[in-house]
């Protein structure tokens, strides 16, 4: 008999720690399942598009037909001004570009003005989706862009992609599963991102090195990363003046699938807002719930960090301090720092300037949910697995810090100690009241 | 084995079904929604290209008189004028004959650093052929296609391609594009297979645009400053244009830049030599006001900036472009560098340049890799 409760007590020991296991890592991938269709049913009419395309007089509209068309080559809009390329709807005309074999785009949209995209889908371009560069007036309405196999690195990066675009409205689009970013806006100006849903990308809503940005009404679940906004180094122009707001940003609990070596790859999955060196950013009224880590913020010095593909070694103060300034010395060791090549940037500025987060609503994710990444499981476990709404480097800026809350409750912060490879990661809270162009310093923290 | 252990053993596979049942509902899409009436969308689309022309250019190349003689010779005309360029293009390992022709009378202006002004009224004449065997050049060769840049009035305009017929007779304007299966004996004997593929219009304007406006690339002084086997006998190119009153401006040539020959170490350091060949593989997006400034990345031959060139920078837009690795250039790791693996890589998705290159140009990633190692 008791032999008989050994076994038992052993094969019960194995069940629950099978299931301890499964319950910590068996839906790291959840998305949504979804039969892809067989490229067979997609009709190739691909000579009369390139004609569409190519022989567009400024003013017209392309009509698209309904149907699923599938094609080899990127389709092409360059140099053309008062154009809209309208579909049938969204789902209604589908453009696969599942066999593609030349270009790095689906459809690419070039130097032109007043452009307008609706009604329609995209599929499966093996870069980005929809591409537009130097546009003036762009718009992208009722646009599905998707990639059709499950989320995974070998999936194209951007579904909406406008770089050094000005006056941009994307509205009532879905994006989704690409693998760095539902809707891009790089290096662009004058942008409404409005009334959109992302969902399953690395990224939902991406915004890089843009001014005057408004993004909301927007639905961002189930990515790695809700809203992400990043200023990087040596571009074309700076980040200035976001205002995201009124969104629900939730369960961004997404696995990253982002091929190494880009930023993207960076996130921390469970985070609803991420900001990489932000430059005043007001981040209002939003529903952020469910992601485990609702804001995470991070200076571009931690971004090399984390990127983690290059052994990191943090340039020691006293090192730095007994070299003299502009000194041959110094600038070899500072040149051994392979992740300092932002200094070379005199304009750039790698910290988080002007940030406001007040009146959001906030919810957390599980427990489980943080540990699903390296990253994660690594700030969890300094916390002892408390909850913060705000992740933040604990890189301090030596201008002094213009970070400011305001919440109804206690707002909690966790300063990461990122240079210190998370050593001391230190939990604050903070009731203090965003007050005009002054805030709660957390550099002293 | 006995039934209270089976028992638990039921109980615990209900337990983790009834767990996974918490995993959100999967949704059915019904993706069959949309039947495809072929027909009807044809004719929609036919019926909006109807009657609409790209409105330049003769259909047929031979109607312009560019060559003497049978046309597959390409032995230009009295008033078609060759030229070379220290470091070309790579384009899978074509060759190409350049020619340019000048309205009567009229004459080009020579710029120091970008491509030399030309006459309203210039053809700029681009031949693509393969040797059928390029260890036995009297086996023939296989031209391809002939593109033509035209200099009006409001600036440069690119033509469609005129793609050369099998017999060689004659090549015929395509507005689409073409893709010809090509194959050929390489230098080391080897059989070489290739869909080649034939820009369409739109295309070309991927290359040979800067601010939104068209311009050619190659023409540069720096690029022409050579010398050339003319009939008359072989004469440095510039000279010989501006000796013949073609070229206005040029000053003393010993004074003036000259790119190295990409594969020639005789002609320049090696890392002169790197930034020639990136001058002219890149460099026509890579540059400011090209479509490849949005990453940064200044590939052009007289950039001196690091962060520029890509050392130690961060990709930008590169997806899975990166191949896993960090930054665009690691000094002295050229396996840890993207700039080769974009190179190396011939998936439209992670390739670069993007556009008119599906195979490796082996000797060129030879070049890059060295320059990187020995930074």
Redesign the interface.
């Known amino acids: 008999m008791m032999k ?1 409760l050994k ?2 007590g052993f ?2 020991a194995i ?1 629950l720690i099978a ?1 301890l296991i ?2 910590f890592v ?2 790291y991938q ?1 998305y ?6 067989s490229l067979a ?3 190739d ?1 691909e ?9 567009a ?1 400024d003013g017209e509209t ?2 698209l ?5 599938k094609f080899t ?1 990127a389709l ?4 053309k001004n008062n154009i809209t390329i309208k579909g049938a709807g969204l ?2 005309t ?1 453009l696969s570009f599942r066999g ?5 785009e689906g459809i ?1 949209v ?2 032109g003005h007043n452009i307008t995209l609706e009604g329609f889908t995209i599929q499966d ?4 989706n929809v591409k537009a ?2 546009i003036d007036t762009l718009t992208f309405r009722h646009i599905k862009t998707e990639w059709t196999d499950v989320p995974n ?2 999936l ?3 579904g909406i ?1 406008p ?2 675009c000005k006056n941009v409205l994307i509205e009532n689009c879905e994006a989704m599963r690409g ?2 970013s539902g809707l ?1 806006i ?2 662009s100006e004058n942008i409404v991102i409005r009334n959109n849903i992302a969902h399953e990308n690395v990224c939902g809503i991406n915004v ?1 090195n843009s001014a005057n940005v408004d993004i909301y009404g927007n639905e961002c679940y189930n990515n790695t990363s809700g809203i992400t906004t990043l200023d ?1 180094p ?3 122009r700076y980040m200035d003046n976001v205002r995201i707001h009124d969104n629900k940003i939730y369960n961004n609990v997404l696995y990253n699938f982002a ?5 993207a790859a960076s996130t921390v999955p469970g985070t609803g807002i991420t900001v990489w060196a932000g430059k005043n950013i007001d981040i209002y009224d939003n529903q952020i719930t469910g992601n485990p880590f609702p804001v995470a913020m991070f200076s571009f010095i931690a971004s090399y960090h984390m ?1 983690k ?2 052994e990191f070694v943090p340039i020691a103060e006293t090192e730095l301090a007994r070299m003299e300034v502009g000194s041959d010395e110094e600038a070899s060791l500072r040149e051994d720092h ?2 300092e ?1 932002y200094a ?2 005199k304009e750039y500025n790698p910290y988080n300037v002007d940030i406001s987060i007040r009146n959001n609503e906030w919810s957390f994710g599980s427990l489980r949910k943080k540990l699903q990444s390296k990253d994660g499981a690594l700030f969890t476990a300094a916390t002892m697995g408390k909850n913060a709404h705000l992740w933040y480097d604990g890189v301090p800026n030596p201008d002094g810090n213009t970070i400011c809350v305001n919440s109804d409750s206690d707002f909690l912060i966790a300063n990461l100690d990122i240079l210190n490879d998370s050593k001391n990661i230190e939990l604050t809270k903070s009731t203090n009241q965003c007050k005009q162009a002054e805030g709660l310093s957390l550099s002293t923290n | 084995m006995n039934i209270r252990s089976i028992v638990y053993l039921i109980l615990l596979f209900a337990f983790l079904k009834g767990m996974s049942s918490c995993a959100p509902a999967k949704k059915d899409v019904d993706v069959t929604a949309v039947t495809t009436d072929m027909e009807a969308a044809r004719k929609m689309m036919q019926q909006q290209s109807a009657g609409k022309t790209v409105d330049i250019g003769l259909e047929k190349l031979s109607e312009y008189g560019f060559f003497a003689g049978a046309l597959k010779d390409l032995i230009p005309s009295a008033d078609v004028i060759p030229y070379e360029l220290n470091t070309p293009l790579f384009s899978d390992y074509s060759h190409k004959m350049r020619f340019f022709k000048l309205p009567e009378g009229e004459t080009i202006t020579y710029r120091e650093e970008d491509v030399l002004t030309f006459p309203v009224g210039t053809y700029i004449i681009k031949n693509f052929y393969y040797h059928n065997d390029e260890t036995n050049l009297d086996a023939g060769r296989r031209i391809m296609e002939t593109r033509l840049l035209l200099r009006e009035d409001d600036g440069w305009k690119t033509l469609p391609s005129y793609v050369w017929n099998d017999e060689q007779t004659e090549a015929i304007l395509t507005v689409e594009g073409a893709t010809k299966d090509i194959s050929w004996v390489n230098k080391e004997g080897k059989q070489m297979e290739l869909a080649y593929s034939v820009p369409s219009q739109v295309l070309c304007k991927s290359c040979h645009v800067n601010n939104n406006i068209l311009t050619p690339i190659g023409p540069k002084a720096r690029q022409l400053n050579r010398d050339f086997a003319f009939e008359s006998g072989t004469k440095n190119q510039l000279t010989h244009y501006s000796g013949l009153g073609l070229l206005k401006g040029l000053p003393d040539i010993a004074s003036i830049r000259k790119s190295p020959v990409w594969n020639d170490p005789s002609t320049g350091s090696l890392h002169g030599r790197a930034l020639a060949y990136l001058d002219m593989n890149c460099a026509h997006c890579h540059r400011e006001g090209g479509p490849g400034n949005t990453s940064a990345l200044h590939l052009t031959e007289l950039e001196t900036d690091e962060f520029h060139l890509g050392i130690n920078k961060h990709p930008i837009a590169a997806g899975k472009g990166t191949g896993g690795r960090p930054y665009d250039i690691v000094k002295g790791e050229p396996e840890n560098s993207i700039m080769l693996y974009r190179m190396q890589a011939t998936s439209p998705g992670e390739m670069m340049p993007e556009v008119g290159r599906k195979l490796v140009h082996h000797e060129g990633v030879e070049l890059i890799k060295e320059w990187i190692a020995k930074m």
Do not use: C
Request: negative net charge; hydrophobic residues 40%.
């Open positions: 008989i076994y038992i094969a019960l069940f299931g499964w319950w068996a839906d959840v949504e399942d979804r039969p892809q269709k049913e997609y009709v009419l000579s009369d598009f390139q004609k569409l395309f190519q022989l007089k392309i009509e037909p309904a149907g699923h068309f080559k092409i809009l360059d140099g789902d209604k589908v593609q074999t030349e270009g790095a690419r070039a130097n371009a093996i870069g980005d560069i130097y690195e070998s194209g990066a951007y992609y770089v050094i693998s760095d891009y790089g290096q890089e990087i040596g571009l074309t091929p190494a070596g880009n930023v990127t593909d290059k392979i992740n090549a070379k940037d």
